[in-house]
């Protein structure tokens, strides 16, 4: 799982946090914002989650949705999707697995992106829709196949997205859609054996043995199923990676298969050896599906007392997991709406610079055509004709008109309630105000126009027959 923490260096950015909250100069914030920022996305690719005090979590998320942040949203996004699937909130899950995908989208991080496909694939697994989940392992793959396969981690996360597709079609009981995928799985980990330290090679392998384990057992080979399952128990259970739940998984449905066999003893064993590692690991979904399992085997070997206790263990912890859930949706979703407000805040904040920018950009516009159109009618040696003055004129007043429509706008949209009808009632009032007074401008305009160039035209025409007249002159001097 892709992630980050910044409980390392807290004390760093809670103290560029409180720096940032004390200065007034802008550029020093911005400095310092981006510092903050600089300092968390540092252990971005960790695989560590989000940690660290609250109320500095929050602000932090909050100066980044300030600034479009998308790297640091989206990690934060994608991690707690992720806990919020694990504790069964799915709603949560896709609502910050959607949001990761587009932060992701917008810096143009491939391989991130591939991961929230795959995030919300995961989702649609858990909640056994294996069409949509097909989709988005599809999707992600895709996604990845068009990265340089010299990229860090691409082969690692290509791996994984294909055993946990080979899961997906096991689930759905599509035996030969799974094999492929596993053969696609097992085939990166052997050309990539040298690259993973004995950590991932024993993770990697868990996860295959399981899955094998699992398709025997579906095409009814129980001695091939037999052999990955003890693959499986023989890794050391303490040194896999922590949110790996396949060797959990690979007890449970061994226990449910020596159910079925009427081994009740080696079913009780494993569904025990599960239900005590996932106390160790405190993962309750784990500890009710064991105990679930442990129910109903003493029911069925006619232990009713065994029975009773863990049926009761099973009511626990689901309850437990209920109010997990609830808990995660409270403070999951006020810390969205938070981030939302703030984007809401940014957003207003960006319209309104460029609403003024518009505004600016307009009366500029005017501004220079209406000196232009001063400067020709008052100019004592240009010559302009009226059509060029009405062409001018028209476009001052379409301007003019504009400006007033960017002006009056939000006030108008206020004062109306963003009634279309009414606004367009207000600017045809506006309109109808300004053309009798373009007319007007137009023609004493264009009065002066013709005065201005009988004036020039009468000059030159004098100019001219002075000239012929002292040429006249000379040659009769001449003569």
Not at 274 to 299: F, G, H, M, T, V
């Amino acid at each position: 799982m892709i992630g980050f923490a910044f409980m390392a260096n807290a004390k760093r950015v809670d103290s560029l946090y409180i720096a940032y909250t004390q200065t007034k100069d802008k550029k020093i914030k911005d400095a310092l914002a981006q510092s903050i920022f600089s300092d968390v996305n540092k252990t971005a690719q960790q695989g560590a989650f989000l940690v660290g005090p609250k109320d500095l979590l929050e602000s932090i998320l909050e100066l980044a949705a300030q600034y479009n942040n998308d790297t640091l949203l989206a990690y934060y996004c994608l991690n707690y999707s992720y806990e919020a699937a694990k504790t069964g909130d799915f709603n949560k899950a896709f609502e910050l697995a959607s949001k990761s995908l587009k932060h992701f989208e917008n810096i143009k991080d491939t391989l991130s992106v591939s991961s929230a496909l795959r995030q919300i694939g995961f989702d649609y697994q858990s909640i056994r829709n294996y069409p949509e989940a097909i989709n988005y392992y599809t999707k992600a793959i895709n996604e990845l196949n068009t990265l340089n396969t010299d990229i860090k981690g691409r082969w690692m996360a290509s791996f994984n997205y294909y055993q946990g597709l080979a899961r997906v079609y096991l689930e759905d009981h599509n035996v030969d859609s799974a094999f492929i995928k596993l053969q696609y799985a097992y085939n990166l980990t052997v050309k990539h054996e040298k690259e993973l330290n004995v950590f991932w090679k024993n993770d990697n392998n868990l996860r295959l043995n399981y899955l094998y384990a699992n398709l025997y057992l579906q095409k009814k080979d129980t001695v091939l199923a037999e052999t990955y399952f003890k693959k499986c128990f023989a890794v050391n259970s303490d040194s896999i990676y922590q949110y790996t739940t396949h060797y959990l998984d690979a007890c449970l449905l061994y226990s449910n298969f020596k159910k079925d066999q009427g081994e009740y003893k080696n079913a009780i064993y494993y569904a025990s050896l599960a239900y005590n590692y996932a106390l160790k690991r405190k993962d309750k979904k784990i500890i009710a599906d064991a105990c679930e399992q442990l129910y109903k085997i003493y029911k069925k070997n006619l232990q009713p007392d065994s029975a009773y206790y863990f049926l009761q263990l099973t009511f626990i912890y689901k309850d437990s997991i209920n109010n997990a859930i609830v808990q995660s949706q409270i403070q999951n979703t006020t810390l969205l709406l938070h981030l939302e407000e703030k984007e809401k805040e940014v957003r207003l904040s960006d319209d309104k610079l460029k609403h003024r920018q518009n505004i600016q950009y307009a009366a500029m516009a005017i501004g220079i055509i209406v000196l232009l159109l001063i400067f020709f009618v008052f100019s004592r040696s240009i010559l302009i004709g009226t059509r060029t003055i009405e062409f001018i004129g028209t476009v001052v007043l379409l301007m003019l008109f504009e400006f007033i429509d960017l002006y009056i706008h939000p006030y108008l949209g206020k004062w109306s309630n963003e009634s279309p009808l009414i606004m367009l009632l207000a600017l045809v009032l506006i309109a109808s105000l300004l053309i009798p007074i373009h007319h007007k401008i137009e023609h004493l305009t264009k009065q002066k126009l013709i005065e201005k160039n009988k004036k020039i035209r009468l000059a030159h025409a004098k100019r001219t027959i002075k000239e012929l007249e002292e040429k006249e002159e000379n040659e009769q001097r001449g003569r």
